[in-house]
């Protein structure tokens, strides 16, 4: 018995050499430059990490640095840990991509200084007065804006073909928690629409969830069915692109383009571009200089982008009138949060305190109406816009 | 004529006598072997790369720098104390699939504590205090299931596991509560500036904690399970609970006892992982853990030593499936695959030393070959 799995054994070794031989190794040390490691809360199969992933990889090209990747790290210890490892590995400047990853990447800073940390859309990086750890963020309200005239342009359309009255513009919006970042996202949404077409109002739904499909899909078919006749969403499943697409209503996506899935209702969607800051910020640690605590990258920088946009689903003129807008945008003629533009209660506002800051009792720190216009990701990069503006009815915020 | 007319089928199975240890281990040894030619096979095949490169990036992934091999301690650490905690009450027959709310009851403690007697009260109160709590809640988690079957013997399977999704519930709850910043559904680090309530690193060592607790938590229950009165008494009722009783066995005592054990282990290890390593509060810490466990421990015949390897061969291979994702650009995925490739030949093994495959023999051989 014991021979003849020892033969067995050898045979199937046999067998599998040429098996072994026929497989090229795989070193992929690119140039001398510096190493870089990103952290990602999951793989590529994420639409939201994959936009991370992809940059980070044409980035590190580009600049002739290794970049290496680490995917599906947890938020949790197991992101200083990994953290830990990508400084072992060598690398001098360390990049995460999810929220709560935060405290565990100050964690890390604190222990290495000599490494920079920087960290994707967290807020506490000008309070803890670390010199190695930098939050960043886009301006991305700029590109809800944009898509919301986008979306407000479509109701004008249904409007104009008498689809739909003009006091029954209902968007719809799938939101996933009540933070800041999604409320300055709808906010932004809902006054880009509003721009053009000012009957608009909005109902908001939220999953509790960054990440649900079904949802996603249940909230926007809800949605629907409450009268809504356009959709978006901050979520980063394909739950409510889909379900708009089953009940033939116009979609404006977020993160990517959905137009493969969604040919017919797919209009137009907004999304962070991050090559722009890790160009700057690895260009930064390369030369030893250092970098922003808070870095928000704009439609200027290149950080903001709108994908193409579906001819098929969008009004007529909607590529025209964007790019109008976009340059007001970046000439200051407009502003997104133009105090005169929404009310709270019945009234303007002239003065806000926002909760800048990060605390445990969100005490509103910072005056953010300057100017006539509310100043978003101007006192660090991460949205704190958290107002609920008149004309956006909020569902289920119990989640 | 006479032989032909008895119809031999192909292939019989017959139950082995015992076997020898040697025969037994070599038996497992091969079917690992097995294992990983199968893998290099479907790897080579799938992937185009090197199986040999790829085993040696995995290897790296638990010993490639000594923060792996910490990591790996600790993971295994946990896993350990977890598939400890479950083997009793499964040797007993009680199948507690309730580890995980064990743990996040633990974990809900622990970190009640910190948050609540953070801002006013020194580490020196507040670690003993989350101690007890969290050694309570769990075992508090474990005893309402084990209660409901020795009073009226409810269906522990069913009940421990519901217990998990109270537990997770609970959690997601006062993670609300406790989120900061409002509305982000995170509660983050909880105490990072002060510190309050963590644990202390010995000699600089943020895990060997952890690792010391779970080797003594692993040869208490060597002892407790193979020497004690207790130990024998779970046995007695694992065999049979009829048994038991005309022995003078009180199962009802012996089950409720055995499972606050259990969970008692399980909230320490939430504990553990709160003030010891992770710090923080999410409705996944446990991580699956409660499961996995039961898996290591049946691995293992409940032999606490046993778990060790059997609890090894589960973190060495979860973290060399992260480390080829990193290495290789494979998805983690194919770490799983890896991992049910060779668990399938691992358990498939025991069937093989449990049991003998006799195939038809022509008569010739009869008495050549076993």
């Known amino acids: ?399 | 004529m006479d032989n032909k007319d008895i119809k031999e089928p192909l292939i019989h199975i017959t139950k082995r006598k015992a076997i020898p240890k040697k025969q037994e281990w070599t038996i497992r040894l091969l079917s690992i072997l097995f294992a990983l030619i199968v893998c290099a096979i479907v790897m080579a095949v799938t992937t185009h790369l090197n199986p040999i490169a790829v085993y040696a990036e995995i290897f790296d992934g638990s010993f490639g720098s000594p923060r792996k091999m910490w990591i790996l301690a600790k993971e295994l650490s946990i896993l350990l104390m977890v598939s400890v905690a479950l083997a009793p009450a499964f040797k007993m027959k009680f199948w507690n699939l309730g580890g995980e709310g064990q743990m996040l009851a633990g974990i809900l403690a622990t970190a009640a504590c910190m948050i609540y007697m953070g801002k006013n009260l020194p580490s020196a109160v507040i670690i003993p205090v989350s101690l007890v709590c969290a050694v309570l809640a769990g075992g508090l988690w474990a005893f309402i299931p084990a209660f409901f079957k020795a009073k009226w013997n409810t269906n522990e399977t069913l009940f421990t596991l519901m217990m998990n999704y109270v537990g997770m519930q609970l959690v997601a709850y006062y993670i609300i509560i406790w989120e900061s910043p409002k509305g982000s559904g995170k509660v983050g680090i909880i105490n990072q500036s002060s510190g309050a309530g963590w644990l202390p690193n010995l000699f600089g060592q943020p895990y060997l904690l952890v690792v010391l607790v779970a080797l003594a938590v692993t040869v208490g229950m060597f002892i407790y399970m193979n020497y004690s009165k207790h130990g024998f008494e779970i046995s007695v009722v694992g065999e049979s609970q009829n048994t038991a009783k005309y022995v003078g066995v009180k199962v009802d005592r012996v089950i409720m006892r055995t499972l606050l054990l259990t969970g008692a282990i399980c909230g320490l290890v939430g504990w553990l992982m709160v003030a010891g390593t992770d710090h923080t509060i999410t409705t996944t810490l446990g991580g699956g853990r409660g499961f996995l466990g039961v898996l290591v421990a049946w691995l293992a015949h409940f032999n606490p030593i046993g778990m060790i390897l059997s609890g090894f061969l589960i973190v060495f291979m979860s973290r060399g499936a992260s480390e080829i994702s990193t290495a290789f650009g494979l998805n983690e995925s194919f770490g799983d695959i890896m991992t049910g490739i060779i668990l399938f030949f691992v358990i498939g093994s025991e069937f093989f030393i449990n049991y003998e495959v006799h195939f038809r023999k022509s008569h010739r051989k009869e008495a050549a070959d076993v």
């Open chain 1, 1 to 399: 018995m014991k021979k003849k799995l020892i033969a067995m054994l050898v045979c199937l070794t046999m067998v599998m050499m040429p098996i072994l031989s026929s497989c090229g190794g795989n070193d992929s040390d690119a140039g001398d430059g510096i190493k870089v490691g990103l952290i990602c809360l999951h793989d590529e199969n994420s639409t939201y990490d994959l936009n991370f992933i992809n940059a980070f990889n044409e980035t590190c090209e580009k600049l002739g640095v290794t970049g290496i990747v680490k995917t599906n790290v947890p938020e949790g210890q197991e992101c200083y840990d990994t953290a830990g490892e990508l400084v072992d590995e060598g690398c001098s400047i360390i990049f995460a991509d999810s929220f709560g990853h935060e405290d565990f990447m100050i964690q890390a800073a604190k222990e290495y200084p000599e490494v920079q940390f920087c960290h994707a859309t967290g807020t506490k990086a000008h309070t803890e007065g670390l010199d190695n750890y930098h939050n960043a963020f886009a301006a991305i309200y700029q590109g809800r804006y944009l898509a919301g005239v986008a979306a407000g342009m479509k109701l004008n359309e249904m409007i104009e073909a008498g689809t739909i009255t003009a006091d029954k513009a209902k968007i719809g919006y799938v939101g996933a928690f009540t933070y800041a970042e999604v409320v300055s996202g709808y906010t932004s949404f809902f006054l880009g629409a509003r721009s053009v077409c000012e009957s608009a109002t909005m109902d908001v739904t939220f999953t509790g969830s960054w990440y649900d499909e079904t949802a996603e899909k249940e909230g926007a078919n809800k949605l629907i069915q409450g009268g809504c006749v356009l959709i978006s969403q901050h979520a980063d499943s394909m739950g409510a692109p889909t379900a708009c697409e089953e009940a033939g209503v116009p979609d404006v996506s977020y993160n990517g383009s959905t137009v493969d899935a969604c040919p017919n209702t797919f209009i137009v969607a907004s999304k962070i571009n991050w090559s722009p800051y890790y160009e700057y910020a690895i260009t930064a640690a390369q030369n030893g200089e250092a970098i922003d605590a808070d870095w928000t990258g704009t439609l200027e920088t290149g950080s903001v982008e709108l994908t193409d946009i579906n001819e098929k689903a969008a009004a007529a003129g909607t590529a025209e009138k964007l790019e109008e807008v976009k340059a007001g945008l970046i000439d200051g003629s407009i502003h997104v949060f133009d105090a005169a533009k929404f009310t709270k209660d019945g009234a303007a506002l002239t003065s806000y305190q926002a909760d800048v800051d990060t605390d445990a009792d969100y005490t509103p720190d910072t005056e953010v109406i300057v100017d006539g216009y509310f100043h978003e990701s101007e006192f660090r990069s991460a949205p704190y816009f958290d107002l609920q503006i008149d004309g956006i009815n909020l569902l289920d915020t119990a989640f």
